[in-house]
Each structure stands twice: as structure tokens, then as C-alpha cells.
């Protein structure tokens, strides 16, 4: 009797960049616009801080943190500030604008745009001034809301409120987790990518789970050997660095049970990825 064979497609997540966004320019006006390489994902009110800034007078980075006002997916204006010299070149962040006091629970961040992370995810802060000190790698132990997560760090809770305002970059995230139901059978994964001005690089792993009790972040994941489409029976377990635009399809063993598929990234700076699943069960 013939085994029937289940196909399903599903997109599992796209991944902002990891690192500092940067622009390709600032333009002189009043108020001065901002055009980035990629799509810039900003929405009028966001705030963002700025953490590099070239040739622009005043620099954007001596009012590091900005509200912004939508133009188009790669432009947008930086509310009340006026420049008399554009800018070639810049960097901002995710703006952290309140970590307050938190008595009995891990730290709270408050962001001024969507954060994206999921729990599990590492991210790097910088620049505030909370007691205890929150600044350097902190992992994601709870989302909050769209803009408000908690830290898990060894000294929580929070004792004194943060009252400058930092921001933060992804160290290690993950993208969405795709339940294919089932023992797998093989699949694939199209991973689209889009960079942003240099330098731009990603590390990646494709990784399977079998699951477990509670969140996925605590489940055991390990890398699934792929090939490429040129070479489809050589199969490798190499962590993927991807520094240019594109897309490619990775084929997934089939000789590995899994049953949940994720990408995992770290070291993600200026480079953003459309992720696609396809599996066989």
C-alpha cells in the first residue's frame, strides 16, 4: 500500500537586523529626512536612538533619542531636528525608554517601537543607568507587549529606576516555530535575505526540536543537516553566514526525526531575512 505523503508550506518569521540600523544618508532640512537601503519598518511616534551619525551638523547622535514621522518605507523625518549640513552615514537603535522599578519580578524594558523578540532571545543594552546595572548581554525571560519585555539578570528586581534613556541590539533571536504535526520526512527552507549599508552579515542555524513541556525556548534544538539545491545528497551541519541579498533554498534531510523547525540567529548586523518552510510528512 502506498504511503501518503503529507506536504505543507508555511513562512516561520521575518527577522529584523540584529545590530544598529543604518542609513544611507540625512538630508539638510528642517525637518531632516532619513533614507535607509532596506525597509525601515518605523511607524509615526516610534522612537529610535541614535548611535552613529557622519557629516551631519548638527550630528544625530547629539539628540540621541528621536521620535519619527513616516514617509515611505525606506524614508522617514526625525521630529524637531533641523540640519544645516546633510549626512552621509549613520546608525541607530531600539530605543529603551523606561526600565522602571520592579520589586518581586525580573527587570522590565519599555521600547519605543516594537521590539520583535520572543523569550529566549539574548539582547545587548546600552547606555542606561539602572540599579542593578542592566547594561551588556541580557536574555529575554517574558514579552510583556509589543514594546515591554523582562530581563532575567543576577541581581534582580530592579531597586532604583532607570532616568536616562539607552537602547538595545539583538545578540542571539530566533525566528517563529513551526509545529509540522508529525514525524518529518525531509523539507526545505528558503531563507530571503535583504541587507541594509555595510557591513552586513548574519549567522544562522536551521534547527529541529521534538518538543517538550513548556515554552519552546527550554526545549532541546539541534542543527538538521541541509544541502543545497546544486548538490542535494551533500549534506552538512555548517553554521550559515549570509552577508548579501538573497535568496536560496536549503534541503532538509530526511533521515532526521523532527517535529518543530526554527532558524536561530546570532551576530546579525544591518541584514534582515524572510523565512519559508516546506516539510514532507
Not at 7 to 15: A, F, K, P, R
Not at 248 to 255: G, S
Amino acid at each position: 500500500m502506498a504511503r501518503k505523503i503529507i506536504l505543507g508550506m508555511s513562512g516561520i518569521g521575518t527577522l529584523a537586523p540584529g545590530g544598529s540600523f543604518n542609513i544611507v544618508s540625512n538630508s539638510l532640512a528642517s525637518p531632516t529626512v532619513v533614507t535607509t537601503v532596506a525597509p525601515h519598518g518605523l511607524v509615526t511616534g516610534d522612537q529610535i536612538y541614535w548611535t552613529a551619525s557622519t557629516t551631519s551638523n548638527p550630528l544625530l547622535t547629539a539628540t540621541p533619542l528621536n521620535t519619527v514621522t513616516r514617509i515611505s518605507d525606506t524614508t522617514f523625518s526625525l521630529n524637531g531636528i533641523n540640519c544645516t549640513t546633510a549626512g552621509t552615514a549613520g546608525a541607530y537603535a531600539h530605543a529603551v525608554l523606561t526600565i522602571p522599578l520592579s520589586p518581586g519580578a525580573a527587570p522590565l524594558v519599555t521600547c519605543g517601537r516594537p521590539h520583535g523578540l520572543r523569550v529566549g532571545d539574548t539582547v545587548t543594552l546600552a547606555g542606561g543607568n539602572a540599579v542593578p546595572d542592566l547594561d551588556g548581554a541580557q536574555t529575554v525571560t517574558a514579552i510583556v507587549s509589543a514594546t515591554s519585555f523582562r530581563v532575567l539578570t543576577s541581581a534582580t528586581p530592579t531597586t532604583t529606576a532607570a532616568t536616562e534613556k539607552g537602547y538595545f541590539t539583538k545578540t542571539t533571536y530566533n525566528s517563529d516555530v513551526l509545529d509540522c504535526g508529525g514525524a518529518m520526512m525531509g523539507g526545505a527552507v528558503v531563507i530571503t535575505s535583504v541587507i541594509s549599508t555595510a557591513t552586513n552579515s548574519v549567522k544562522a542555524n536551521i534547527q529541529g526540536s521534538v518538543g517538550g513541556p513548556g515554552d519552546p525556548s527550554t526545549w532541546v534544538w539541534f542543527n538538521i543537516p541541509y544541502a543545497l539545491v546544486a548538490t542535494p545528497r551533500t549534506f552538512v551541519l555548517t553554521e550559515l553566514t549570509i552577508t548579501t541579498s538573497t535568496a536560496v533554498t536549503y534541503l532538509l534531510q530526511e533521515l532526521i526525526f523532527w517535529r518543530f523547525l526554527r532558524v536561530a540567529c546570532n551576530t546579525s548586523t544591518n541584514i534582515s531575512l524572510a523565512l519559508t518552510a516546506t516539510y514532507a510528512e
